[in-house]
């Protein structure tokens, strides 16, 4: 069964008795269990036999991802296909020899454009994912991906088209997954290209027989790994073109083996080139590619926001130190009322025997004599 989906917008087709999903990172198969009668559901499981699928009082259902439960990738110069087989046996009783029920090996296909359109952009989305299955050195799966920071965690892995300014790094994590703790990885070339295409032209390459040739390399990992990071200062390309896609061709080396690419410096500083020896012509290159990376300057908007954000915080020690002096000046003239207050109730006390005249508010100030601690109008 064909779903089509347009990569980055999920969307379904469906039947009478079956359902398939396919999103950007995952397929999910449901069927519904009036057609399972004659299958052991229990027993459901995809090419992976470890993927087995869970089912509820109506629906049967399983997910996977793109690269996960022997999903098998294939392409074409237009399009992208991930197909796999759910297989169920049929219940037997014990004894039996025979059986007149069908089992059941429904398989499914999701196909991608491999041409998408973001921001009135088209671009090829690229493969940074390979799975190998059954090698003569184990089943394992090489991967490439680009990340926002150098922290190089899951939650900062970048969507594509990726937006870089000349001050922005390009942070690329490559590595190999699997359970054969002698295998490691190493890049041995990797270039870039204004397309999906690995040898298209112009083309700039930054590592070269696992040699670092441009000076803003930075490594963050180093010696027999199963995961390296590195990053990159951005850049573009002088002709007019939108985009940059990264390739690197990762080769897979056993640690045992001395003199391999995995074992070389990065830098390679007055290194002779060695002529492949026999042990290392069965290594395995695998190519991978992400991207694309977009230039984009850094918008007036994000200037005046970062000039906004300096003058806040030198605006706001001023700010302070005005509030602090107003507080100070409102507790002294509280301080004097109170002092004030307390001094006339004082003066009062001591001189409540004083006789006092009241003072006709006609009387104008001139005509006023002082005499003693009071004042009497003149007659």
């Known amino acids: 069964m064909i779903c089509d989906d347009d990569y980055l917008i999920s969307s379904f087709f469906t039947a009478t008795s079956y359902l398939v999903l396919c999103s950007r990172d995952n397929i999910t198969v449901v069927i519904g269990r009036h057609a399972l009668s004659s299958v052991d559901i229990d027993n459901m499981y995809l090419a992976d036999g470890a993927c087995k699928a869970s089912y509820n009082a109506t629906h049967a259902y399983v997910t996977t991802a793109l690269n996960r439960c022997g999903t098998m990738y294939s392409e074409t110069d237009q399009e992208m296909y991930y197909n796999n087989t759910l297989t169920a046996a049929i219940p037997t009783s014990p004894g039996s020899v025979i059986t007149r029920k069908q089992s059941l090996a429904f398989t499914f296909k999701c196909t991608y454009s491999r041409l998408v359109s973001v921001s009135g952009f088209k671009f090829e989305p690229p493969k940074p994912v390979l799975t190998v299955e059954e090698s003569d050195i184990g089943n394992f799966t090489v991967n490439m991906d680009s990340f926002k920071d150098a922290g190089f965690i899951s939650s900062s892995s970048e969507d594509y088209p990726a937006f870089k300014s000349f001050e922005d790094r390009i942070n690329i994590q490559y590595g190999v997954s699997t359970s054969n703790t002698d295998i490691v990885v190493r890049a041995e070339t990797c270039r870039a290209t204004p397309s999906s295409k690995p040898y298209d032209t112009p083309q700039y390459e930054f590592i070269s027989e696992a040699c670092d040739k441009d000076p803003t390399i930075t490594h963050h990992s180093s010696g027999l790994q199963q995961y390296h990071q590195f990053s990159i200062q951005a850049f573009r390309f002088l002709v007019d073109h939108e985009f940059v896609y990264i390739h690197c061709d990762l080769r897979l080396c056993n640690k045992n083996i001395q003199d391999s690419v995995c074992t070389r410096s990065t830098t390679c500083s007055s290194r002779k080139r060695r002529d492949a020896s026999p042990l290392e012509t069965t ?56 002092a004030v207050v307390f001094l006339v109730k004082r003066r009062g006390a001591s001189q409540s025997t004083t006789s006092l005249e009241v003072i006709p508010m006609e009387y104008p100030a001139d005509k006023m004599l002082a005499f003693g601690n009071g004042y009497v109008a003149e007659k």
């Open 283 to 338: 290594e395995r290159t695998f190519q991978l590619s992400i991207g694309p990376i977009m230039y984009r300057e850094k918008t007036k908007e994000q200037n005046v926001k970062t000039d906004q954000g300096q003058e806040e915080v030198a605006e706001s020690g001023p700010n302070t130190i005005m509030i602090v002096i107003l507080i100070c000046v409102g507790l002294i003239v509280v301080l004097l009322a109170v």
